[in-house]
């Protein structure tokens, strides 16, 4: 998944906000609580808002539901080559005239693909805001998709998959994907493959663009110095040209599956360990509580229970970690590391035995006061201290559902739960035999 990013010259933008933004830059969530509005344009599109004038930047978030879960079967890629084209001409820019007017306006602008969407962003000064809007407006609604442009990217892309393809914690990741997902659009390779990204055409482009990108499926998110006013102006300005439905395929929930042992042969110094459980999705009443239950047991890298048992005690490997991925339509817990080859029995017993210990008896009372304590105060550090960041975090509350004061609201949810909850999500979830994937020498 490739994230253009189109910068300024250090001279036109950088050099410009320099000494502003090392005097404010944490100015918005330190010194004050942010307050979110929302703001419906007379097209009736609406965003949430947050008016901050410490420095005159402006930041618009945007997403769109679709992602490569909307990739058509024998055409795995399309999204990740989609998102590749967005500087590559649009409106009467061809793609060097394009690129050369954003570095000129010194403004940022980008897009991404994911499983289940398609994220954007947009920086400007707000002096450069009219032309900033625009050049997003062209990108989301007149795109070229001109033959030697696709044939580029996807030359770039074939290559990524080509020399990622041997690697083993590539081999592990599609392994575990396809035996937890089976024939579920989650399994399949979101950069796609040499062959699929050959076969997808500029016309294939064009009108996959035409579904995903409609008012109904928009998202946005603004932070930074403009208006309720002028906002509003700006989503029927950015906005208003886009068709009004989204076509898409439904994805149906997965039905996920567990207990599978799946061995690789790969010459290699080092195996890969990779395991799966089931997850909560982020709509689940017991997110909280499985989420901390995760970070106890390796979501929180030094201080977790498996970074202790694995490393610190006994040198099995340099990291080993755990993370809960939560999609629209599953979630899952993983589990994995790097370690000899030789020591891949040794390291399986002890992740085995330490995920074991927390599904039986859970967390204790200490480990939870210490997740909390740190889940609550990394919040604003890792999602709340620059205005691009803020804006992301705005554009997930909204796709997620969270309310518009989630940010007052999370402390007091995360500190309501109870150690039962998370024991009992832990026994739930992690009490489940585990796919298990090694990638590794014959005898690993």
Known sequence: MRIQTLQASIPRFASALLLSVILALGAMTAARAIEVGEVQSPGGLKAWLVEDYTVPIIT????????????????????????????EGAGPYDSKTFQARIEKLGIELGYSDGRDGFSGMLRTLRDDRADAFEMMRLSLTDLH????????????????????????????????????FGEHPYARPTRGTVESLASITPEDLRQHFGRIFARDNLTVSVVGAISAEETAKMLDAVFGALP????????????????????ITERTPQAIVAMAFPGVTR??????????????????????????????????????SSSMASYDHAAYISAGTGTRADS?????????????RMAESGPTQEELDAAKKYVIGSYAIRNLDTTSKVAS?????????????????????????????????ARKLLGVEPTVVVVGPENS
């Open 60 to 87: 618009v978030s945007v997403h769109f539901r679709g992602g490569s879960t909307q990739d058509p079967v024998g055409k795995e890629g399309m999204a990740n080559l989609l998102s590749a084209l967005f500087d």
């Open 145 to 180: 998709f001109e033959p030697d442009a696709v044939g580029r990217m996807r030359s770039a892309l074939q290559a990524g998959i080509i020399r990622r393809a041997g690697q083993a914690r590539t081999k592990a990741s599609e392994a575990l994907r396809a035996s937890v």
């Open 244 to 263: 009004a439905k989204a076509d898409l395929i439904p994805v149906p929930q997965a039905q996920m599956r567990f207990g599978e042992t799946i061995r």
């Open 283 to 320: 709509a689940s009443p017991e997110f909280f509580a499985a989420y901390l239950a995760n970070h106890i047991l390796g979501g929180g890298t030094f201080s977790s229970r498996l970074y202790n048992e694995v490393r610190e005690k006994r040198g099995l490997a340099y990291s080993v």
């Open 344 to 356: 891949v029995a040794k390291t399986l017993e002890v992740m085995r035995g330490e995920i074991a």
């Open 393 to 425: 975090a705005l554009t997930s509350m909204q796709t997620e559902n969270l309310g518009i004061d989630y940010i007052e609201r999370r402390r007091d949810l995360i500190s309501a739960v109870t150690l039962v909850q998370v024991r009992e999500a």
